[in-house]
Antibody, heavy 119, light 106 residues
Framework: EVQLVESGGGLVKPGGSLRLSCAASGFSFSTYSMNWVRQAPGKGLEWVSSISSGSDYIYYTDSVRGRFTISRDNAKNSLFLQMNSLRAEDTAVYYC????????????WGQGTLVTVSS | IQLTQSPSSLSASVGDRVTITCRASQGTNSYLAWYQQKPGKAPKLLIYAASNLQSGVPSRFSGSGSGTDFTLTISSLQPEDFATYYCQQVNSYPYTFGQGTKLEIK
């Protein structure tokens, strides 16, 4: 069974940092691209970042580029999102999602972890 | 690529046929997916590549379209279908989502 479990969320002050993790199991993690998607309270979905299977290709949405860093450890079946210089508008539930493109994209999602940026 | 869904909200009854539209600001080569999200839950993939039904998804869900105009159709609404639906393009980065369509019980 495919499982994605996020952790690392919490309350952080503006300007602070947080590192999210996503533990993957039940599939060959090293062969899939992975994504982070976030959802602010009461709002829609926003794609944040993607990383290819071998970390060769990395993409970010404009609002986080230069502040967030996506990475992965294929030996430990883990995905990470290092978030620096956090702002109030980064407050959201952060989901990790497997990317099966060009087949089914974002076909498995974790349960999400809440990041709250507030003083 | 910007995606615009319509309507933003919709009231319907069990058994109704419902259609949600997603319009892209430029072509997506049919790399267009649809997701369902219920409150407090992660999104669930329903349709990919515009018209391919994801494994395990009921056949009352279908997708169509090409170029810049796409639709999600639910042929006969069931109680468990009341949720928010999102389209997403995965043709080029940054991947983008539509703003969502909230489907409510009439």
């Amino acid at each position: 069974e495919v499982q994605l479990v996020e952790s690392g969320g919490g309350l952080v002050k503006p300007g602070g940092s947080l590192r999210l993790s996503c533990a993957a199991s039940g599939f060959s993690f090293s062969t899939y691209s992975m994504n982070w998607v976030r959802q602010a309270p009461g709002k829609g979905l926003e794609w944040v970042s993607s990383i290819s299977s071998g970390s060769d290709y990395i993409y970010y949405t404009d609002s986080v580029r230069g502040r967030f860093t996506i990475s992965r450890d294929n030996a430990k079946n883990s995905l990470f999102l290092q978030m620096n210089s956090l702002r109030a508008e980064d407050t959201a539930v952060y989901y990790c999602a497997r990317d099966g493109s060009p087949g089914p994209p974002l076909d498995y999602w974790g349960q999400g972890t809440l990041v709250t940026v507030s003083s | 690529i910007q995606l615009t869904q319509s309507p933003s909200s919709l009231s319907a009854s069990v058994g109704d046929r419902v259609t949600i539209t997603c319009r892209a600001s430029q072509g997506t080569n049919s790399y267009l997916a649809w997701y369902q999200q219920k409150p407090g839950k992660a999104p669930k993939l329903l349709i990919y590549a515009a018209s391919n039904l994801q494994s395990g998804v009921p056949s009352r869900f279908s997708g169509s379209g090409s170029g810049t105009d796409f639709t999600l159709t639910i042929s006969s609404l069931q109680p468990e279908d009341f949720a928010t639906y999102y389209c997403q393009q995965v043709n080029s980065y940054p991947y983008t989502f539509g703003q969502g369509t909230k489907l409510e019980i009439k």
